[in-house]
């Protein structure tokens, strides 16, 4: 994850020195983009902290290592779905539900069940009885 | 994978909140006199206490995703000995106390309401409630998630690692929408 820290930490210091130049350049008036460029540098720091986190926590990865091979990347990844209709009909209800808004509440009304169910088979899919994961 | 994959999300969340704020800043900047007269029918301290309420429930999410990561989905002794609660009793709890933040929401709302303080009164009713109003969403969202993931504990026949996964990013968002009302809550009732 080094390298990941390095990117994003590497932008903290130049927005830094952007929001600072911009306040000068702007004689502090111009609020929105003296706040923008001061949150984009706290947002920097904010992921180069977080992958450094993510980086202590983990083992070192074959991408670190200089004579990685790409052999190296098999293995367990987690748990993936190997197939599942319900974002389809989660979309399906989602899109129901938002031309509801526009149309009239009767729609909306119409449509909520569906979202509700979608919602629930989606997130039920892989969590029940014997062959839970 | 699914941790790194929520942190990306709210990255965009940020962005969408950073957008509110951008609103929020470019209109009071061009009427001044507004603000001054709306602020006033701000109640700071009640508003205070429901933060603190959901800072506190931040806490007790965050017992509950150590829980989680120790693979203990509910309590091993009585209800009254906190120290065997599992991840669902702490999530209850976390449920309980964002609940009645929101509650305290609608009663302001209310409040304002009947004074005057409408979505529609004037720019500065339209960019309270647009702010607070979508930060009132993602906290209800979340109290949805909540009870996705503490129903998910019951209907699987082991607690196994990808349970305790969505338990642990479900807090991610929790942790954010409450870092983003203490943003909120500085701006709009502390600065004023």
């Given at each position: ?32 983009g ?16 977080y ?13 670190d ?13 987690g ?13 399906l ?30 997130t ?10 | ?49 429901n ?8 806490v ?53 309401t ?79």
């Amino acid at each position: 994850m080094r390298t990941e820290v390095k990117i994003f930490g590497y932008l903290v210091p130049f927005f830094a020195l952007a929001t600072g130049l911009y306040a000068y350049f702007t004689e502090p008036r111009e609020w929105v983009g003296i706040v923008g460029l001061l949150l984009t540098t706290i947002f920097s720091a904010f992921i180069a902290f977080y992958l450094w986190i993510t980086g202590r926590k983990t083992d070192r990865r074959p991408e670190d290592d200089l004579e990685g091979e790409i052999a190296d990347l098999s293995g367990d990844y987690g748990h993936f779905a190997p197939y599942s209709w319900w974002p389809l009909w989660l979309g399906l209800s989602i899109a129901a539900v938002a031309l509801g808004l526009a149309v009239g509440w009767w729609l909306l009304i119409c449509a909520a069940p569906f979202l509700v169910i979608s919602i629930l088979g989606w997130t039920f899919e892989f969590f029940r009885g014997e062959k839970a994961v | 994978m699914v941790a790194v994959g929520t942190m990306v999300w709210l990255g965009s969340e940020i962005m969408f909140f950073a957008g509110l704020f951008a609103m929020y800043f470019t209109i009071r900047s061009v009427s001044p006199d507004m603000w001054a007269d709306r602020t006033e029918y701000l109640d700071i301290t009640f508003a205070s206490i429901n933060t603190m309420i959901l800072v506190i429930s931040s806490v007790w999410c965050q017992l509950g995703v150590w829980q989680a990561e120790r693979g203990i989905p509910h309590r091993t002794g009585s209800l009254l000995n906190v120290k065997s609660w599992g991840m669902r009793e702490w999530y209850v709890l976390t449920y309980l106390f964002g609940a009645t933040f929101i509650a305290g929401q609608v009663w302001e709302y209310a409040t304002l309401t009947s004074e005057g303080l409408t979505p529609t009164a004037d720019s500065y009713g339209s960019v309270f409630y647009i702010t607070t109003g979508f930060h009132g969403l993602h906290v209800t969202g979340g109290l949805l998630a909540f009870l996705l993931i503490i129903g998910r504990s019951f209907t699987a026949k082991r607690y196994t690692h990808a349970q305790a996964t969505g338990a642990v990013v479900t807090s991610y968002y929790w942790h954010f929408v409450d870092v983003v009302w203490i943003a909120l809550f500085a701006v709009i009732y502390l600065v004023g």
